[in-house]
């Protein structure tokens, strides 16, 4: 029954997105199979990509992956043919979020972006830029999961050394909002979290004018997602809810008051302020 209800989810979150899905059983093989060369348009819409991941989850969830694409013949297939991947996936590395697993999909099939806490800086906004915008995956997924380790470190003021102390401040501003609605609530913890993705998604159309435009151009859909390790489930956000705001530049967006954080309504992300120096 879960596993329906989640295909349920998965298929009203479908089409609250507007997504194409066909009606017809698709063989992802063959799709996959069937793309394009890098740089031609893409073999699959984002409503076939996301159907791809939901069922995958389902399929993981029941136990029973059908361990597709992970043999012999495909690792030659692409190894001579190219990568052709369906999605883009920005995930937490942490080993208990085995993304092509959990999705069970294939070699080849998901471009995957893994650094601690799902931040969106530099490097792996240039990442997701490539998979987006080089390999022209049709959806872009930012999960992030339960328990993140990352996230869990902010919340504690965990002392941090070396080169994490410029990772974790992408995460600090999503804690900050976290704390400020649900501070003594057994919530906080996973909502840090799911504010965390929305900070991710948030990053990235900052950042990335590749990304806002292969939205607007109906080319690409970005959610956000949210790993469940206890159970194995990926639930799906949705599209951020402030998507029209973040389709505009930054440089033409009001700018924010003093304290940094934007009267916004929930689910809200919390802005970068000066004091992360980030
Ligand atoms: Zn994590």
Redesign the pocket.
Known sequence: MRVRRLLLVGSLLLASLRLVASDTAHDQAHSQAAAPASGAAPAVDSGEAFRFLVEGNARFLEGKPSGAGRDDVRRLDVAKNGQHPFATVLS?S?SRVPVELLFDQGIGDVFVVRV??NVSDTDEIGTIEYGVGHLNTPLLVVMG?TG???VKAVMDGAEVHGSIPALVDNVAPAVRLARSKFEGSPRLFQEAVRMNVWMSIEDIFKHSEEVRSLVKAGKLQVVGALYMLETGAVIWMGEHPEKTRLMTPPGSRPSLPAGGTRPTAKPAVAAKTAATGH
């Open positions: 937490c942490d601690a806490g999961h993140c380790g990352a």
